[in-house]
């Protein structure tokens, strides 16, 4: 049975901890004066006692740990493919929780995929709550810049999320939007998971360097008077320097960066910061967009964790791209890395208004399913990454709780189904080879099988699925690294790469534009 509470039975867990002091406090001057409620101030957590707040919620009294990621360490994650399967099948993406089988797209949409959705939102990811705020979203600058050559407009952009209700705690997104400014028409765009920032800041022509060198050393002298003979003594010093120009880095494969490829490709991008939206860790929940929901208070067991507000972040930058001019909001993809591969593939599964993924190197909470036990466990996810995902999502890991305990088995739901919400919409999982750096870690066995099984609901709704390979996940067969599976809408490709999406860019770019018609030399594209 689900663990529910109460508010009052909230108030108490949380105030069983040692923050609460200050709740309390709040809550009794408002007691005492018996005026409108003031507000209650933000909690403020460690990650530990967020965590041990949640486990309390839950009626989790003790984890069992997650393996080291060292394969030197005793307790080291497992490695050895025959003890991969403790638990070998795959929940049935065709199959409704009552047993009967799914034999129509009829039967997906109404009933099987809710189904899905359901279990994912309440014991895996979290729910987003209905009330979160609106977001307004202003162009705070923009740049004409050149990016491998191309002429590109580059805008920054502010998604400001309201937070009347709760104006201590703020959240702006930050994103940044690239197109290429010979287009003809609206672009595809992709946004991605990243830090962002101008691409490739205009810089002063040399006249204009030269008059704000005059202008810095004539206000140096004002400061320092002494510092004319300086001046003097270095006449051909200047304080600012032109940038030097800088090649640029290359992957192993000789490809440019990714942002060069897509920009050459007549496609735009958009660089969205996770940060901005929710913070990549435990202590911040009570903060960016899960906080200010929560009014600076805990989550519940069934709300979202950091992936899906990352994914909703990327919801929000999507509901602004469909409204610019230059892009075209048909055809809006999202890509990440790692963990923001995850979400990546939480922002594909949960909003069919994104066109494609880009999904890479994802791993447990992304591609690769709970059930396998190879590389990273449920235990890592439940353990010090627990805030990624909803608070229910705990007790999975569990070994000693109020309902006993736990494991991946239990879960109704497994990443093969993440996937095969995305269908019928074009889905590329990408990874790197560990020799390179994409770790074992992250299990790319395990993540094909998931794809593999995930390809009969994209049949089921009549396109090409995974093309190539057989459709029984156990015995399919991986492909040698570097041989995409790239022949229908959901695409498989290990390159010989590390950690990074990057070499898979441009097969990416080619599968998708096929699909969508498009050309970027004549910038003609048919729906
Ligand atoms: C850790 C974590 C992974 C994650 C990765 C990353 O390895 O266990 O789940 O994908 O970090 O995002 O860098």
Not at 10 to 34: C, E, F, W
Not at 515 to 523: D, I, K, P, T, Y
Request: aromatic fraction near 8%.
């Amino acid at each position: 049975m689900e663990a529910t509470h109460s508010a009052g039975q909230r108030l108490l867990l949380i105030s069983s901890s040692i923050v609460t002091s200050l709740a309390l406090a709040a809550g009794s001057a408002v007691a005492q004066n018996g005026t409108a409620a003031a507000p209650i101030p933000p909690v403020t957590f460690t990650a530990q006692q967020d965590q041990q707040n949640m486990m309390r919620q839950l009626g989790i009294r003790a984890l069992r740990p997650g393996p080291s990621g060292n394969e030197k360490s005793p307790n080291h994650a497992n490695y050895d493919e025959t003890k991969a399967g403790p638990y070998p099948d795959l929940p049935d993406a065709l199959r409704l929780n009552n047993g009967r089988k799914v034999t129509t797209p009829q039967v997906w949409w109404s009933k099987r995929r809710p189904e899905i959705v359901d279990d994912f939102e309440k014991y895996v990811y979290g729910r987003v709550p209905t009330n979160v705020p609106k977001v307004t979203w202003s162009i705070v600058a923009a740049d004409h810049e050149v990016i491998g050559g191309n002429p590109v407009l580059a805008r920054q952009l502010v998604g400001h999320v309201d937070n009347s209700a709760c104006p201590i705690i703020s959240v702006d997104i930050r994103m940044t939007l690239v197109t290429p400014e010979k287009a003809t028409g609206p672009v595809p765009v992709l946004i991605m998971f990243g830090p962002g920032g101008f691409p490739a800041p205009k810089q002063p022509s040399y006249q204009e360097l030269a008059r704000i060198n005059a202008a810095m050393k004539a206000l140096l002298i004002q400061q320092d008077p002494s510092l004319r003979q300086v001046f003097q003594d270095h006449p051909a010093y200047e304080p600012e320097r032109p940038v030097p120009f800088r090649f640029p880095h290359f992957n192993a494969d000789g490809d440019p960066p990714r942002t060069w490829e897509l920009i050459a490709a007549g496609w735009g991008f958009a660089t969205l910061d996770p940060a901005s939206i929710q913070a990549d860790n435990a202590a911040g929940l009570t903060r960016g967009i899960i906080g200010l929901v929560n009014q600076g208070q805990p989550r519940t067991p069934e709300q979202w964790g950091a992936l899906r507000a990352w994914a909703w972040g990327a919801g929000r930058a999507l509901d602004y791209l469909k409204t610019d001019p230059s892009v075209d909001g048909e055809h809006v993809g999202i890509e990440g890395v790692s963990r923001y591969g995850k979400a990546a593939l939480v922002a594909m599964a949960f909003d069919p208004r994104f066109y494609m993924g880009l999904i890479g190197s994802s791993g447990k909470g992304g591609a690769t399913p709970f059930r396998r036990n190879f590389g990273e466990a449920v235990e890592s996810l439940t353990g010090g990454e627990y805030y990624w995902m909803a608070g229910n999502f705990m007790k999975y890991g569990a070994s000693d709780a109020a309902f006993g305990s736990k494991t991946a088995a239990d879960l109704p739901v497994d990443s093969n189904e993440l996937i095969a919400l995305c269908a019928p919409r074009l889905t590329f999982i990408s990874y790197g080879i560990p020799e390179k750096g994409d770790a074992k870690w992250l299990d790319h066995r395990g993540s094909f099988m998931a794809t593999v099984a995930a390809s009969p609901v994209y049949t089921l709704l009549g396109v090409k699925g995974l093309v190539g390979v057989s459709q029984d996940y156990r015995t399919a067969k991986m492909p040698p690294v570097n041989d995409g599976l790239l022949g229908g809408r959901l695409a498989w490709r290990q390159d010989d790469g590390g950690h990074t999406d990057a070499p898979n860019m441009k097969y990416f770019i080619e599968w998708a534009d096929k699909r969508m018609l498009h050309s970027s030399a004549s910038g003609e594209r048919a729906h």
